[in-house]
């Protein structure tokens, strides 16, 4: 499963926008990956276009849980690790390209976009359940 951090979150980190020690994190499901432009220029949570719709399926998706690992100085990085998600949408219809984690503040125009997964393809759910299995890591970099 590929990944990608948005452009702006090292602004967040360094706006104290995200502290992992106190957030909360959810993940929304994509139809579409986004772009590299849109990687760029998406913000926030209202910035998104191209959240899916579907039976089974609330906008803004549902809570994210998280671990950080030690600081890694041999790679000067940080690693998030994501808990996959076993059976978030119950009996679900519909399908999805990828995910976007970001930060909840409960307001979408300032819930901060962090990391995108690409499903690699399209992932379809017909009155079944829906996982996300994380297969790496993200790393914010020094």
């Not at 502290?19 to 499901?29: G, I, N, P, R, S």
């Not at 950080?68 to 790679?75: H, K, R, S």
Request: charged residues 15%; glycine residues 8%.
């Amino acid at each position: 499963m590929a990944s990608a951090n948005f452009t702006n979150l090292p602004r967040h980190l360094a706006k104290g926008d995200i502290d992992f020690d106190t957030a909360t994190f959810k993940v929304l499901l994509v139809s579409a990956i986004p772009s590299e432009a849109n990687l760029d220029a998406w913000v926030n949570r209202s910035d998104v276009t191209l959240e899916i719709t579907g039976t089974g399926y609330s906008a803004g998706g549902i809570a994210q849980a998280f671990t950080l690992a030690a600081v890694d100085t041999t790679n000067n990085r940080q690693s998030v690790t994501y808990t996959d998600i076993t059976n978030g949408w119950t009996s679900a219809s519909f399908s999805a390209l990828g995910a976007i984690i970001y930060l909840n503040t409960g307001v979408a125009a300032n819930d901060k976009l962090l990391h995108l997964i690409d499903f690699g393809g399209t992932i379809t759910c017909t009155n079944g359940n829906f996982s996300i299995t994380y297969s790496t890591p993200f790393y914010i970099n020094r």
